[in-house]
């Protein structure tokens, strides 16, 4: 397997190629602006797109959507509760197949309604709802700060320590972490009561 995090467009988003080998089926997670050169890198590596996999509904992880679609063909993968219409709705636990790569699902809605994570051999594609230090805003239309605690310290926070953590936007100190790193440094993942959550994604 081999993992392409390319950084793109003003607001430093991350897409993802991701294969099962070189001249194997892939996937690419969350194609923001400027996709050209994840495109560039499909053909370099010939890889078989299958799918295009968004993490939330926001326009800078899925304007690149079109553009992957047409070039290779691939199936858009979204939670059902995005407001558009998906060529697969997945839920909480489905399991996405391309080649030898297996995707699956895990639902954290907070920073949207819609928003999921990719779990595959070691990594966790986390869109939005975690970053690099820091988690995703609820103040945005479809956000909710009690969906969001119970993503990052109901779920989150359970997920091997070894899961290295693949951001939506390169906002951290280094592009990538795991998630023992983030429960241990990650000031958003510390414990909490809900209520002192919510008091403190409120200041």
Known sequence: ????????????????????????????????????????????RRVKVRYVLNTHSHADHIVGNPDVVERTGAKVVAHSAVPFRPDVAVEDGATVTAGGLRVEVLHTPGHTRDSVLYLFDGHVATGDTLFVGECGRTDLPGGDPSAMYD????????????????????????????????????????????????RFLAE
């Open 1 to 44: 397997m081999f993992i392409d995090q390319v950084l793109l467009g003003p607001l430093l988003n991350f897409t993802y190629l991701v294969a099962d080998r070189e001249g194997g089926e892939g996937v690419v997670i969350d194609p923001s602006y400027g996709v050209g050169t994840v495109l560039e890198a499909v053909d370099r």
């Open 151 to 198: 993503s990052l310290l109901g779920r989150v926070v359970r997920l091997d320590d070894a899961l290295v953590v693949l951001p939506g936007h390169d906002y951290g100190i280094t592009p990538t972490s795991t998630i023992g790193r983030e429960k241990r440094e990650n000031y958003t993942l510390q414990p909490r009561t809900r209520e002192e959550f919510l």
